[in-house]
């Protein structure tokens, strides 16, 4: 079952817009990560947040968590028709069978970036 | 690039038939992950693997097997493959920092089967 939840699913924007993706969960869980894919290639790593954060950022990336509402957004600012892509939020939750290896992923938003 | 290699790229197989996927992790990474990621189920994590062990197991078909050998690379293997196990396939390698561990993906072999 997915346990992040990416909204919106597609988002559309011009160049140099800000771009907002948000990804709700459902159980608690250790940190949660924002990935990139390009089309049908692999993911890409972008930022980890951990439970006891509030906000961290990465260059044009923010990334905010909220655990209370289980829900984090990830924010590019000044955006490029490079950030074209899927993006995927992922989280160890902690019902993962005692493992803390499985991340889950959540279904995604692709962002197109139009110049 | 991630450090994650993948072969093949692509794979073109029949119904029935039974392939091989490899991946070879990051230098120094002992844990390798397979992820299968299609259209409806989007990312579904299959199995990982550390230092040779199976540690967890995911929505991992019974006709779907995976390895670790000494060298650390790692092997997935397809049998009796169906329509509906085109897909991508994904294998990450996996490091610590300050307690938290962070996965690296692969290109990925895409399979289609007819």
């Known amino acids: 079952s997915q346990q992040g939840e990416e909204d919106p699913q597609a988002l559309s924007i011009q160049e140099g817009e800000n771009a907002t993706m948000n990804c709700s969960y459902k159980t608690s869980i250790n940190n949660l990560q924002w990935y990139r894919q390009n089309s049908g290639r692999g993911l890409v790593h972008l930022i980890l947040i951990r439970s006891n954060e509030r906000e961290k950022h990465s260059g044009r990336l923010r990334v905010t968590l909220d655990t209370s509402k289980k829900s984090s957004s990830l924010l590019i600012t000044a955006s490029r028709a490079a950030d074209t892509a899927s993006y995927f939020c992922a989280t160890y939750p902690s019902d993962s069978g005692g493992s803390n290896y499985k991340l889950t992923f959540g279904k995604g938003t692709l962002l197109t970036v139009n110049p | 690039d991630s450090g994650v290699t993948q072969t093949p790229k692509h794979l073109i197989t029949a119904t029935g038939q039974r392939v091989t996927l490899r991946c070879s992790p990051r230098s120094g990474d002992l844990s390798v992950y397979w992820y299968q990621q299609s259209l409806d189920q989007g990312l579904q994590f299959l199995i990982q693997?550390?230092?040779?062990?199976?540690?967890a197991k995911g929505n991992i078909l019974e006709r779907f097997s995976a390895q670790q050998f000494p060298d650390l690379h790692s092997e997935l293997n397809l049998s009796s493959l169906e329509l509906g196990d085109s897909a991508l396939y994904f294998c990450?390698?996996?490091?610590?920092?300050?307690?938290?561990?962070?996965?690296?993906f692969g290109p990925g072999t895409r399979l289609l089967v007819l």
């Open positions: 693997y550390y230092n040779g062990e199976e540690r």
């Open positions: 990450a390698s996996s490091a610590f920092s300050g307690g938290q561990e962070t996965q690296y």
